[in-house]
Nanobody, 125 residues
Framework: QVPLVESGGGLVQAGGSLRLSCAAS????????MGWFRQAPGKEREFVAA???????YYADSVKGRFTISRDNAKNTVYLQMNSLKPEDTAVYYC???????????????????WGQGTQVTVSS
């Protein structure tokens, strides 16, 4: 199992910003897609953003224009810059990675075969 480690979560006021990071530790991996999902209490895990190895990005409608995903392939690291945060963004954010260039849609959790443990993001009103 690839250890994916998220960092950067925390408590922020509405309108504020946070930057999440996710890195794979250990040997060098060649991930195809990398992405972020989130899960709020009592809700299902939902897609937030994803990015291909070549840099094509995909966003949930709820975060378009506010969140930006990026990655550093040399470091096997993916980032999520979150601006104009809202209380409804409060959730545990999970990093995900995929080593198969085919398969499911970027928006589906079934595409990703590696997951981090999650980092809490809390936005106060």
């Amino acid at each position: 199992q690839v250890p994916l480690v998220e960092s950067g979560g925390g408590l922020v006021q509405a309108g504020g910003s946070l930057r999440l990071s996710c890195a794979a530790s250990g040997r060098t991996y060649s991930f195809h897609a990398m992405g972020w999902f989130r899960q709020a209490p009592g809700k299902e895990r939902e897609f937030v953003a994803a990015i291909s190895r070549s840099g094509s990005s995909y966003y949930a409608d709820s975060v378009k224009g506010r969140f930006t995903i990026s990655r550093d392939n040399a470091k096997n690291t993916v980032y999520l810059q979150m601006n104009s945060l809202k209380p409804e963004d409060t959730a545990v954010y999970y990093c995900a990675a995929d080593s198969d260039p085919g398969g499911e849609s970027y928006y589906s959790p079934r595409k990703y075969n590696y997951w981090g443990q999650g980092t809490q993001v809390t936005v106060s009103s």
